[in-house]
């Protein structure tokens, strides 16, 4: 009993040490990531797209994108007070992945071009137009300036003052042809819970190799 108590002492201190160790290696993990969501959340202008993208599980949808970037074009509070919206929930999915488009497009990259014909997630045409006052439009809504910009990890976040509609005039003939966005949106929900069980399998198996690594360091 005597040698039990023992191997208890000993054991204990290692095991509290390393689950230590994995909760702040862990913590730093996360500290790490940098979300563009988070950032224009805490402007305070965007309850209603928060509402929304919670409803939808936006983080598990972009996942499913394997890693590549995405550019929102996210209504205010406001715009959406004014398109009579204040409930986030009710607004469809059709019309969230119409603000969404593949590939990260900043500000400085958009204004190369007058006009650009781009598909969004909801494979529906998005034309882009930039003037030489450096002012942007997206299916004819002004991106908010103050607003623009807003990076993270996943790409970047653009304020606008409106929802973008489904229809919109296109770009003159010689513009570029439109970007069709890659397949992975036509059932985005379905495929986020089947990228949920692979990224949970992935976790475990990071957790036990950084529990590893703490208990060789202790």
Same mark, same amino acid.
């Not at 390393?18 to 909760?23: E, K």
């Not at 209603?48 to 993208?53: E, H, M």
């Not at 439009?137 to 489904?166: M, R, Y």
């Given at each position: 009993r005597q040698v039990s108590r023992m191997v208890i002492i000993i054991i204990m201190p290692s095991i509290f040490a390393?689950?230590?160790?994995?909760?702040l290696l862990t913590a730093l993990q996360y500290a790490a990531a940098e979300s563009f969501i988070g950032k224009a959340v805490a402007t305070g202008q965007f309850n209603?797209? $928060?509402?929304?993208?919670a409803s939808y599980d936006i983080p598990t949808l972009l996942a499913t994108l394997g890693g590549a970037k995405i550019t929102i074009f996210g209504p205010t509070d406001a715009a959406f007070a004014e398109a009579g919206i204040t409930d986030g929930t009710a607004i469809t999915q059709a019309v969230l992945l119409r603000h969404g488009i593949l590939g990260e497009y900043t500000a400085a990259t958009i204004l190369t071009q007058e006009c650009q014909a781009l598909t969004t997630?909801?494979?529906?045409?998005?034309?882009?137009?930039?003037?030489?006052?450096?002012?942007?439009? &997206? $299916?004819? &809504?002004? &991106? $908010?300036?103050?607003?623009?910009?807003?990076?993270?990890?996943?790409?970047?976040?653009?304020?606008? $003052?409106? &929802?973008?509609?489904?229809?919109?005039?296109?770009c003159p003939t010689d513009a570029p042809a439109p970007t069709d966005a890659p397949a992975p949106t036509d059932a985005p929900l379905a495929a986020a819970k089947d990228s949920a069980s692979q990224m949970m399998s992935l976790h475990m198996v990071a957790i036990a190799g950084m529990f590893m690594s703490c208990v060789l360091f202790l």
């Open positions: 390393s689950t230590t160790c994995l909760l209603v797209l $928060n509402a929304t993208l997630l909801s494979v529906t045409p998005l034309i882009i137009q930039s003037a030489s006052d450096g002012s942007i439009t &997206v $299916n004819g &809504v002004a &991106v $908010n300036s103050t607003l623009a910009d807003i990076t993270g990890d996943e790409g970047v976040f653009h304020g606008i $003052n409106g &929802v973008i509609p489904d229809a919109f005039p296109a």
